[in-house]
């Protein structure tokens, strides 16, 4: 079976400074992997996806992430975070790729940017 | 484009009451997911459907829930009779098959008092 794992429930930082939210998965086979993002009192919204091919995916707002299959990892990172990403960001993986199954979902990290 | 659409955003509701969740998912999107958020258990997955039959209802937490889908455009979701521990904001995505990526409603907030 499939997990996620998110290694920090909560991560400040101040504006304009690098980001990086850890996520960890486990898996016996392939995986697609997420990264979501929910802002206050939203639902959540697709960041990026690695599915296949390069390893490191590029998203929305400037955010990118880097599959490590030997690790078995797939951080987030920005290089320069803004006011506005603060928000709950959560990473996910497909429990059956290409079967729109189930995704699961780590507990979240509160990435809270300050001025 | 419309998104996900889910009604209503809030609900207050006495215990033992009857509560009903409103889904219309993307047009043309054949899988519908059902998750409840809480911040003791996160995001979880309740239910899902595909072309409108339920595929995996592990997650839905007891017999008092309830989802249905009738048609491609619309699901709901029934807890009879709601208690207060069920107080969650319920989410409703949506995708097209084969994509992997779930588009994600605005949520119902749920609080049962």
């Known amino acids: ?115 | 484009d419309a998104g996900v659409i889910q009604s209503p955003r809030h609900e207050v509701t006495e215990m033992g009451q009857e509560v009903t969740l409103r889904c219309k998912p993307i047009s043309g999107h054949n899988s519908l997911f059902w998750y409840r958020q809480t911040m003791m258990r996160g995001l979880e997955l309740l239910i899902y459907f595909n072309n409108n039959v339920p595929i995996d209802d592990s997650g839905m937490p007891e017999d008092r829930f309830s989802a249905k889908m009738p048609n491609a455009s619309f699901s709901t979701l029934k807890i009879q009779p709601s208690e207060p521990r069920d107080s969650a904001v319920y989410f409703c995505a949506s995708s097209f098959k084969g994509s992997d990526t779930q588009y994600f409603g605005p949520g119902t907030r749920l609080t049962v008092l």
Do not use: M
């Not at chain 1, 990026?48 to 590029?58: A, I, N, Q």
């Not at chain 1, 079967?99 to 300050?114: A, E, P, S």
């Open chain 1, 1 to 115: 079976a499939q997990s996620v794992t998110q290694l920090d429930s909560q991560v400040p930082v101040f504006e304009e400074a690098p980001v990086e939210l850890r996520c960890n998965y486990s898996s016996s086979v392939s995986v697609y992997l997420f990264w979501y993002v929910q802002y206050p009192n939203q639902g959540l919204q697709l960041l990026l996806k690695y599915l296949s091919g390069s390893t490191l995916v590029k998203g929305i707002n400037g955010f990118e992430a880097e599959f490590n299959k030997s690790q078995t990892s797939f951080h987030l990172r920005k290089p320069s975070v803004h006011i506005s990403d603060t928000a709950e960001y959560f990473c996910a993986v497909s429990a059956s790729p290409g079967n729109t199954g189930k995704l699961i979902f780590g507990q979240g990290t509160t990435l809270q940017v300050k001025p």
